[in-house]
């Protein structure tokens, strides 16, 4: 795990926002291969194994494929520049290198990746039930099957995506009290947070 994230890592409680605190074990470079982050409100503990961070009750890793490219996905979030951080849930990461090469300088979190998505090399790896990030602090937000289809990852995604920027999802249109809908074909939507 990139070690720069853990400033935009929070606890999946349902409680106040506040920055976690790593207890780093290994670290090579900038990435944090074991360790723990803890909760300073409730003091809940999650533990960072090869570089995953483990944050309790993650859904198993999806086996659907998607149908995103990296290139129509970097396109539809509108990334332009460097800085930040881009997440993608579920099968889209496991484009994740073809999309570091088309985003070149933006730091990559990928939340519960297909099983051959691994820690490093410019992504982190993050296994969670909800997003365990600080609210309106990512640059976008990709939500592949089945997570663009769920009312709860989508109000995620809507959550912690920086104001006026974009969510892009696989699966049927969310409800407008979710997400503004910009376009949606061939059931792929992209919005942006209603304001």
């Not at 309106?136 to 009312?151: A, Y």
């Not at 995604?157 to 503004?180: F, K, M, N, S, Y």
Request: proline share 10%.
């Amino acid at each position: 795990m990139f070690i720069e994230l853990t400033d935009h890592l929070r606890c999946p409680a349902e409680h106040e926002e506040a920055f976690l605190v790593l207890l780093p074990d290994v670290v090579e470079g900038r990435c944090v291969r074991s360790g723990t982050l803890g909760c300073p409100i409730c003091d809940r503990r999650f533990t960072i194994a090869e570089g995953v961070l483990h944050m309790r009750d993650a859904p198993a890793p999806p086996l659907a494929a998607t149908a995103l490219s990296a290139d129509a996905l970097t396109s539809l979030v509108g990334l332009g520049g460097p800085g930040g951080y881009l997440v993608l849930v579920g099968p889209p990461a496991a484009s994740w290198r073809d999309v570091a090469e088309l985003a070149p300088g933006v730091a990559l979190v990928a939340v519960n990746p297909p099983d051959e998505v691994r820690d490093g090399g410019g992504v982190s790896v993050v296994r969670a039930r909800r997003l365990p990030l600080k609210t309106s602090s990512m640059r976008g937000v990709v939500l592949g099957q089945p997570f663009g289809t769920d009312p709860h990852w989508v109000r995620e995604g809507a959550r912690v995506v920086l104001p006026g920027l974009r969510v892009v999802g696989e699966g049927a249109d969310p409800a407008p009290a979710l997400i503004q809908l910009m376009a949606s074909a061939d059931g792929v939507w992209v919005g942006s947070p209603p304001r």
